[in-house]
Structures are given as C-alpha cells and as structure tokens.
C-alpha cells in the first residue's frame, strides 16, 4: 500500500487495494492457483493488455499477488496469491454474494466470470 496516504478508515484502505476496475476478477481467478497473463487475458477479455497489465502491477506493488518471470525465450511470466492475498478470499465471495442478491432482487441475470467459484450463500 501507498504509505504516502494517510488511511484511517479500513473500507477505504480495502477499497483503494482491491478497487481497481479488475483487481476483484483477477484476485478471483488466482483463487484456485497460478495464472499466466494469457490465461487471465481469456478469463478477463473485457480488459485490455494494457490495463490488465496495469491492474497486475498494481496488485503486485500492494503485495496482493506474486509475480514471478522464467528466463526462458518466449518470456514465462506467472501469477499467483500472496499470502495477503489469499487472506482477501471470504471479503471477495461475500461481495459475490451480496452483488448477486442485489442483481436477483433487480431482476438481472449474472453475467460475470466470477461465477465459476459459485460461493455457498
């Protein structure tokens, strides 16, 4: 985290972490194991390279994800939770469960790829 801001208030703190327009999907998808960025790019394809890369840097500088680069040709780069970033696990399936019953209650359908982890409600 960005020590230069002056955090008080702990929603905040969680929200200037995991607030990004797809940190919640990619700390989603690393959930079950590492990922390579091609395999994000196909769960998440909504989100550019660019700001997927972005979102990743992001994630990685607030200690969420590890990256890690294999000195092979093509470049192998891997991503996958921290310990941190695991702990963030039940805030993100109760938020599923609470975005999904405010769709339902709206009368609109899911459509989401964070709907493969189906949290128990």
């Known amino acids: 985290m960005d020590c230069n801001h002056d955090y008080h208030c702990p929603v905040g703190a969680t929200l200037e972490l995991i607030g990004g327009k797809y940190k919640s ?16 790019r196909k769960l998440i394809p909504q989100a550019t390279p660019k700001m997927l890369t972005q979102q990743l840097r992001e994630l990685e500088e607030a200690s969420l994800i590890i990256r890690t680069v294999y000195p092979v040709v093509p470049p192998k780069v891997e991503y996958r939770l921290s310990d941190l970033g695991r702990s963030i696990k039940p805030i993100l399936e109760a ?3 609470w975005g ?16 493969t982890h189906k949290p128990p409600k």
């Open 25 to 40: 999907l990619i700390l989603w998808h690393l959930i079950d194991g590492t990922l390579r960025f091609g395999e994000l």
């Open 100 to 115: 999904a019953d405010y769709l339902s209650a709206g009368g609109l359908e899911i459509n989401c790829s964070m709907t």
């Open 95 to 97: 938020m599923y469960v």
